[in-house]
């Protein structure tokens, strides 16, 4: 366990880099509203007003938040009186008076581009609407049944005669010039609106939702907002937002043919046949592939850069969830100002004493992932932008379940997976007085006043700011390109689109080689970026490497992938003529995608790929073994992955900085390589905000050898070459930790329903357990209470283990705060700061918020009082909370003194 000597916040990394470095003890550090996290702020019904605006805009503040993100969604039963309709004068008058309170209490404030989602609302007409192509398959003698569907006549596109062996007979535009004859099947294609309306929308925002494949759509769509913001008295917000693409069924757009014919350069009526699945398997796949690549290219021209440069128009910028959608999701994140991923769930970490919710329905659901979450970073490295953001927490367990040390390993990935910007999901806008619960979204996680775990949430926020004052001013040191063969997965002859989406990633991304490429380079500690064909063609080669957006990559992997359309495998020959090194896992591409100029572009890809390797131009390498051809390349891996720790690895200047957490069940003690040959080592504890210099030693591969010691759940930053004075001490247990016995006096001190009776104990345990009946459904904070004498053991200093905590501690020892225990592992460094004689140990232990929610079920209480979904539990079943079992609570131990003994790696 290691001891750090200095103790200054963090973020004073980048002041130390800037200045002398004499007196770091005396700097105090700005830390800018965009360093801290964000939360996602529901407004329910718009039923907001200017003094809880405030109130809830300084709980926010105090609470160590940045900004947040407006969301107006349904009301609540009994407040219809306070509904303002969104975009309403006075909803515009609420929304520039929330920016002028923001820039009071240095807050910044992002609003979605609409109210829940996806984009709609009332003035989506039906031509606006999104659309859906049906393919309706029928025998000849249903035709007038056809005849007669208004619907049918009014959206038809096409209707193709098939003969009973599948022979395409004839194509009309006109059902009644069709003659049915025999056993003739007629496939008729017609469009119609989906009828798909805006999810948990809020007043003024009910509707239909729009073609997000129509640029006029989106026009159309946008205008009411160039209205309600003509005369804005205030400035606009940072970014306006887009959610995660939910626009069920839509496939089609009024102009999609035209679109098809010029991007493709084939009629897609005269190959309606393929969409119905008839033909040639090949055919109808790559007509398939034709049709998918054509929705992508539509939804990032038509939608996605024109919204973002409309935002831009407003002055504000963009930020957008691209997942779920049909296209390429590189791409349509690269094309946005903050592309922004979200996890949903917990990640299942190995870390011992970490609860996972048993209720979490994981085979509906994969867990969170780094490698999807390295879509949105690398599309954010690539080109250039400093955020990568996520929405985050979302359904981490039940209602009122989930703990401040469960949120910090997933951060701690988000972080490590190129994530730098976090949003919280979410905050509820509630009245000040409000019955508890007051106002909550109906789903997890509640992070607000109400709930139990916001009393301490300012060490999760102050964690993250610390966290990510680093790695927003860093840039990205990644060794390797990583392409993606998107058009393998869209070489399909089943259904119609394909959607990337972020919950299901063994539909489109597990499986895939591209998948299992990433997954051994990331677990053997090499570093890699995705890259898409359209961003492939932005790069260059500089010195035998390659070079995109100022970042410099040694390789680009390409999986064992099937297609590869010729001007990205004539693009990877110029990168190696001029002395890139190309990396082919098992052998070239064999074939370019679609139905486009088949043949003429089969020869040119032939051409390609078909030279000896003697005639080959460049270093094309195609090898069964990535990892072995990295090596022969010098191309190293991080081994410290071989140590079970997950890391990012950033540069400023000529300094390397690895962010490090360990989020397994295995504790390191000893020396862990890194690929950096360094002089000295700076490390630093973002959760204690300690830093202080490391021992390091060369290692024999060039590299060095840093002396860590790190519990399973925590993490460190280390920066190295920068040299500083102040010695990090590391130290060992000297004895077996020493119990803490005595009388405990428990003092209930804030919470409800009610404050339970103080009351002493010798043996801690959850004080559900008492005999107290309002201590078994109390929820909030206990102060416990003990003195003692200090152990006659001889130690250079005593660490304070609290064991069990439910949830989270703050600790005073002889009236000086020692600090807060909120995560794993749940321990606090004493120093020096005990006394011989009378120590007094107070320890402010905050539970969940459960077992008063179970309380109120019980009790049938009426705090369930939305419009819309309501409350609903993890499983999206009506939340009853009456059948829980409670949850345990308060300081359950053991809790023990270590005496600590410093020594010298």
Known sequence: ?????????????????????????????????????????????????????????????????????????????????????????????????????????????????????????????????????????????????????RQVNSGLIAAITFDEKGKKLNITDNLKKIKPSGNAKIAVFYKRPTGQTVKRAAPGGEGFVMDHFSEKALRHYLARFDTAFMNFKSRKPRAFFNDSFEVYDANWTDNLTAEFKKRRGYDLSAHLDALAGYGDKDRVARVKSDYRQTVSDILLDFFTVPWTNWCHDMGSISRNQAHGSPANLIDLYAAVDIPETEIFGPSGFDIPGLRTDPDFPAQHRTPPDPLMMKFVSSAANLTGKNLASSESFTWLGEHFNVSLSQCKPEVDQLFIGGINHIFFHGTTFSPADEEWPGWIFYASTHFGPSNTIWYDIKELTGYITNCQSILQNSLPDNDILLYYPVFDYWYDHEGLLKYFTVHNLNEWLYGTDFHRIARLLWEKGFTFDYISDRLLTNTNVNDNELKINNLTYKTIVIPDCRFMPETTLKKLNDLAKNGANIIFHRSLPQDVPGLTNLQNRRKLFKQLSGQRPEERPGHFYITDSICVKLDDMQIRAEHLKQKNLQFIRKKYGDYYIYFISNLSSDKIDGWVPFNVNAQSVWISNPVQKIVGA????????????????????????????????????????????????????????????????????????????????????????????????????????????????????????????????????????????????????????????????????????????????????????????????????????????????????
Not at 115 to 126: A, L, S
Not at 805 to 825: H, I, Q, Y
Not at 848 to 872: E, H, P, S
């Open 1 to 149: 366990m290691l001891k750090l000597k200095l103790i200054l916040p963090c973020v004073l990394l980048f002041v130390l880099l800037l200045s002398s470095l004499t007196a770091p003890n005396q700097i105090s550090v700005p830390v800018s509203s965009q360093n801290k996290p964000w939360t996602r702020w529901w407004w329910p019904g718009s039923a907001v007003d200017s003094v809880n605006i405030t109130t809830n805009l300084e709980a926010i503040q105090q609470a160590g938040f940045g900004g947040v993100e407006i969301t107006p969604i349904y009301g609540v039963k009994g407040y219809e009186d306070k509904f303002i309709e969104f975009l309403s004068p006075e909803w515009m008058d609420l929304l520039a008076y929330t920016i002028s309170e923001a820039d009071r209490l240095d807050l910044q404030v992002d609003m979605t581009a609409g109210t829940g989602w996806p984009f709609g609302g009332p003035r989506v007409t039906v031509q606006d609407a999104a659309k859906q192509l049906v393919i309706k398959i029928t025998a000849a003698d249903s035709l007038q049944g056809l005849l007669k569907n």
């Open 694 to 905: 490391g021992v390091l030693k060369p290692a024999a591969d060039g590299g060095s050898e840093v002396y860590l010691q790190i519990q399973p759940g925590e993490s460190l930053f280390l920066l190295f070459n920068l040299e500083l004075l102040q010695k990090l001490f590391y130290m060992n247990p000297v004895t077996e930790p020493v119990p803490l016995t005595g009388d405990w006096k428990i003092n209930f001190i804030r919470g409800g329903p009610e404050l339970p009776e103080t009351i002493t104990l010798k043996d801690l345990k959850s004080w559900t357990e008492l005999q107290d009946p309002a201590a078994a459904c109390f929820s909030g904070t206990a102060r416990y209470s003990i003195s003692f004498d200090k152990p006659a053991v001889s130690a250079d200093e005593w660490h304070l283990d609290l064991g069990r905590v439910a949830e989270s501690a703050r600790v005073r020892l002889n009236g000086k705060d020692m600090g807060t225990v909120w995560c794993f592992p749940f321990y606090i460094p004493l120093g020096n700061n005990l006394l011989e004689k009378n120590n007094l140990l107070e320890i402010q232990v905050t539970s969940l918020a459960a077992n008063r929610i179970i309380d109120m079920d019980k009790k049938g209480a009426d705090w369930k009082k939305f419009y819309d979904i309501n409350v609903v539990n993890i499983n999206y079943q009506p939340f009853n909370a009456a059948d829980w079992e409670p949850v345990e609570s308060g300081l359950i131990g053991p809790i023990q003194l270590a005496p600590m003994k410093y020594f010298d790696p």
